[in-house]
């Protein structure tokens, strides 16, 4: 009985061998990537070009994150990326969930018709808007400002989507706990601020990393609106740097290092939530 | 009943439906004040471009000055147009290209992974992190390893005695290696959305297929993709989708060239609009790219529709 068992264990660790070769190579593949960014970031600019390629660079240097800093106004783009994806975040987070709440919750005439008609708009894709809008922000004097950059996810199709999130989850809350609270005379607001907003937890915190990652990463947008260099997020002064640096490659790999090591730390610790956040785009389309 | 009685029972009637119109036109007023952000953004910043793109479309809108009605004309030249149809040919090329392998290599993974084999959770983990890091720098990294003198593949390829190719400096490789690029940068989101799926199907049928002695392979083409089959469809279109939508990766690694090779829709629309300001013919452009898209989608809706019934 036990050989028999272990035989098996075994047959089945060496039909895994495939398996796990296929694994590895992809693995391989996504992190080969990030290594040679990052060891290019630490490269004397000669030795990019140095044959056989070297991993470990020697000597290591540091000097091309601070040249990075020095060269471009590096703090700025950080932290335009940093603030403008915080507003969207919170915004986002609060009409969607406040729509949200009432669409699933607040029996109101023309309630669902309008969620339905919000509901068809996700599939508008944002290029046949952005001519308009361009012009649009041109005539309200809001181009080369942020604002377009966080008015409309807010309000636009990135909003209509957390709606969608926050009323899926809504209407899974049981109604008993909100019954007690409006027999108390509890007004809607109220309610939705001490009971539901607390209960929604979970679903916010998928939301919030939905929102953040996909404004943190937009790219076209930012294209299109912003024109100073100042004013610019991470995507597009990395795209700039590309076009403007062109081979030094040392430099630009620093910046992207820079530009990724932050999310990818906090992607690790929060893994289950980024994947769960992340996937929310398969609904999306 | 006494015609007090009747009178006291009526008042109260009265005053509790009252009370319950009330009660509803509060609902009625709060609803509405809860969505009139989002709907009114939803006007604003979704409705009025949208409608504002089909006007457009039908003018010679230019960056400053008078706009001229010039009905279809935008779209007979859009036709007549031969950029036009290499830009198409060139779009479908990456669809034709990205879909299929991005499908079959997520699926491909998510087979392997929903096993819970060891070290599940770090493969799933490391094969998501490009879905999660930015476009732009994971194209930027990747258009340095596909450099033709310091890149990581050429050095790779000299190492075993080859000299490789300027793989984004030709006209017939540019477009591949955009392909393959973004099919590593988003094949780990079809992957996690494969694992769910698969991870919905019964025990029971594996096992009553196993008692059956039927083999993996068997397995797999009889149960798995049948049951997996909704959300291999939907997943089908919302890649294609996407990929007609291709913009960042061609911005930042080829700007549309070497001569037009990799010039898709998108980076088209966005030239004609922001580069060239022929806001008129860009916007037709922008419509004949929404038609399809709104085509696709009905498709998905219809078929999301069936199974959802099948389902229930």
Redesign the interface.
Known sequence: MRANLSAKRLRGGAA?LP??T??MA??V??????V??LS?SLKEPAD??V???RLLPSPIRWANYSDVITSMPFHLFYWNSVYIAALVTAGTVF??S??G???AR??????NL?FL??LS?M???N??????????MRDIGWINTHLPLI??P????G??FG?FVMRQFFLSIPKELEEAAMIDGCS??RI?LTIMLPLAKPAIATLVIFTF?TS??D??DP??FINDRELMT???A??MF?NESG?S?HL??SA?VM??LP??IV??FA?KQ??EG??M??LK? | MSSMERLETGMARRRSKKKASRHSRGDHLTGWLFISPLVLGFILLLLVPLGMALYMSLTDWPLLGQAHFVGLDNYTSIISDQEFWTVLGNTLYFAAGLVPLNIILALLLAVLLARNIKGAGLFRTIIFIPVMTSLVVWSIVWKYMFATDSGFINQLLQLIGLTGPSWLYDTRLAMPVVIVTSLLKNVGLNMVLFIAALQQVPVQLYEAARIDGAGRIRTFFTITIPMITPTIFLTVIMTIIGSLKVFGQIYVMTQGGPSGSTKVLVYTIWEKAFKLFEFGYASALAYVLFIIILLLTLVQWQLRKRWVLHES
């Open positions: 895994n398996h796990y296929v694994l992809v693995s593949i996504m992190l080969i990537p990030f040679w960014m290019t990019i070009f044959f056989p390629p009409f969607a406040l729509a709440y009432a669409f607040i029996p109101f005439r023309g309630g309008v008609m919000l708009t599939m508008i894709p290029e046949v808007i952005a001519i308009p809008m361009f012009l649009f008015v409309l807010i309000f636009g199709a909003g209509v709606v809607r607001m939705y990652l943190w990463n790219f076209f294209l299109i991470l995507p597009l990395l795209s590309t081979t490659w630009l790999m992207s530009a990724t999310l990818l992607f690790f893994q980024f994947i992340v996937s785009t398969g389309e």
